[in-house]
């Protein structure tokens, strides 16, 4: 082989490598046990914010496209209604709400979260006006959003039958 049929092979080669895209950086690991976390100290902190009568705050976990799918009543769409909902909840003396074996499951791209658990949800009983307990399943859709944060875009709330009496405050 000629030099120059090499120069010009190299020239051709060092052309070509110079158009090519350099290698994307490796995105960062999904930390699943760290979303699996801040999922539920997320859904802990909506669960003190009606504890404590404060709907603002509860709803402000709510991502803009948030759907709400509760038993016997209208879904609420977006934040807005949500609000107007939540309010009108907490204007009862006698609403408390706890929640029993959460589960949170992550998606392995690390986009996605679902809660679930069980609840026990105390209010009054519009026709007997005496405090009563339903309880029921409870499912959140998370959604990373476009700066991070993890914000809810959908909420399931079933209850598992009728409502019993409340226990006698102690």
């Known amino acids: 082989m000629s030099k120059t049929t090499l120069a010009a092979c190299a020239a051709i080669a060092l052309t070509l490598a110079a158009c090519s895209k350099p290698a994307e950086p490796a995105k960062p690991a999904v930390d699943l046990a760290k979303i699996e976390a801040d999922v ?53 003396p006698n609403v408390k709400l706890e929640v029993s074996n959460p589960v949170v499951d992550v998606a392995a791209s690390g986009d996605m979260a679902v809660w679930r658990s069980g609840y026990a949800f105390t ?15 409870w499912v959140t859709v998370y959604r990373v959003q476009p700066d991070g944060a993890w914000k809810q875009s959908l909420a399931v709330v079933s209850d598992t039958g009728p409502a019993k009496p409340a226990a006698p405050a102690t």
Do not use: C, I
């Open 40 to 92: 539920k100290a997320d859904m802990f902190a909506v669960v003190d914010a009606v504890n404590a009568r404060d709907a603002e705050k509860a709803v402000s976990h709510d991502a803009p496209n948030f759907v709400g799918m509760f038993h016997g009543g209208p879904n609420t769409n977006g934040p807005a209604e949500e609000l107007a909902l939540t309010k009108q909840q907490l204007n009862d």
């Open 123 to 137: 209010f009054t009983d519009p026709k007997t006006k005496a405090a009563v307990v339903e309880n029921g399943n």
